[in-house]
């Protein structure tokens, strides 16, 4: 079977698709500095599929020890990228450590793979690149205008999207698909893994769980003055597991020359926004816990409203997010109290 170096595996959509990777048959070697996953993640993988994957301490921008890693697991087919830094605001506030994270990663890994005619990267990218869409692009499909982005990490993301098509575009023989995710959520049913937010979370479902566990006093909704039907901000919260399993699909793609395309572009959402309000109601109600939130400002730089239109991926890849929000809230609420 063929073996997928997957980068940033030990964290959150990381280790699911490691896990379905395995499950699938491939055989993974993760790469994986751990600022900001946990080595107890791959106990997790194990407990799951019943063999542990193989494992690198390895930061994606150390060229030697990356090359040092493609000689000794010569039988590397494809990679998928998920390393990086990804919190929006301490990007603002230490954008230098981003872009070089970020960006420096990339390239290293790009040189790396051609060194060892490694042909096929499915990169991890984001809805962020669309910026707020104009209603006559929503929902959103991939042919929606990039805008500029709203942070460094944003940025990073197009930027790393431009990289990817000016080498597939200098070699031919390079395969990149680009999966720009929507809001991932969730953990995996097993709650052997799911998400570990660092300190203090800043997305909006960890917030929820840890809140329901009495770990947060409260949730603030950031903003009841949106032009949407309740007020808050919608979303297009995908499952995890969900989004694991198109990448996949994308790497089996790859490996079956199922496209002439060199770039690939897909979005992966479920079709459907939800506001805040929706996603707190829709938790307490399936969870029975109470959630006490207060309605204050908006958030800087937020987006009143963004959600897929995922018909690219559902007819091309034959993909569809099609986890029940109910199940995917539950699963969240099971993890957090595991944790
Ligand atoms: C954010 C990033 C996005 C990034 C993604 C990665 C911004 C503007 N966007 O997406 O670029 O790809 O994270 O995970 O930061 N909310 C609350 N209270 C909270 C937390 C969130 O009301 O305590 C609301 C937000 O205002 C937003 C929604 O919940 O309307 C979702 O927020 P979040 O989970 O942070 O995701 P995004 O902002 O969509």
């Not at 890693?69 to 087919?77: A, S």
């Not at 969730?186 to 960890?206: K, R």
């Not at 840890?210 to 009841?224: D, I, P």
């Not at 995890?240 to 790497?251: M, T």
């Amino acid at each position: 079977m063929s073996r997928i170096l997957v980068t940033g595996g030990t964290g959150y959509i990381g280790s699911h698709t490691v896990v379905e990777l395995m499950q699938s048959g491939f055989d993974v070697v993760i790469v994986d500095n751990l600022s900001n996953s946990s080595i107890d993640v791959l106990d997790g993988i194990e407990a799951i599929v019943g063999k542990r994957p193989d494992f690198a301490n390895i930061d994606c921008s150390d060229y030697v020890a990356m090359a040092e890693l493609f000689d000794k697991y010569h039988d590397i087919e494809g990679v998928i990228h998920f390393a990086a830094s990804k919190a929006v605001g301490e990007s603002v506030e230490k954008p230098l450590l981003y872009y070089r994270n970020n960006i420096g990663s990339l390239i290293c890994l790009l040189e790396v793979m051609k060194a060892h005619k490694v042909k096929n990267i499915v990169f991890s990218s984001s809805c962020t690149v669309y910026g707020q869409p104009d209603s006559a692009h929503l929902p959103v499909n991939e042919d929606a205008p990039i805008q500029k982005a709203l942070s460094p990490y944003g940025n990073t993301k197009q930027i790393n999207e431009e990289i990817l098509a000016d080498e597939a575009h200098a070699d031919k023989g390079l395969h990149v698909i680009l999966l720009r995710y929507f809001n991932p959520i969730g953990a995996h049913p097993s709650a052997l893994i799911g998400e570990l937010p660092n300190g203090v979370p800043q997305n909006l479902l960890p917030f929820v769980t840890q809140t329901a566990a009495g770990l947060r006093k409260q949730l603030r909704v950031f903003g009841n003055d949106y032009n949407t039907p309740d007020g808050s901000c919608i979303r297009d919260y995908i499952y995890v597991v969900d989004l694991a399993k198109a990448h996949v699909i994308a790497v089996r793609r790859q490996l079956e020359k199922k496209s002439s395309e060199q770039v690939e572009v897909f979005n992966l959402g479920t079709g459907k926004g939800l506001s805040v309000l929706e996603i707190l109601n829709t938790f307490i109600k399936v969870t029975g816990v109470d959630v006490p939130y207060e309605i204050v400002g908006r958030r800087e730089g937020d987006i009143e409203k963004v959600w897929a239109d995922p018909k690219k991926a559902n007819e091309v890849l034959g993909w569809k997010a099609e986890t029940p929000t109910e199940d995917i809230l539950l699963s969240a609420w099971k993890w957090q109290q595991k944790l």
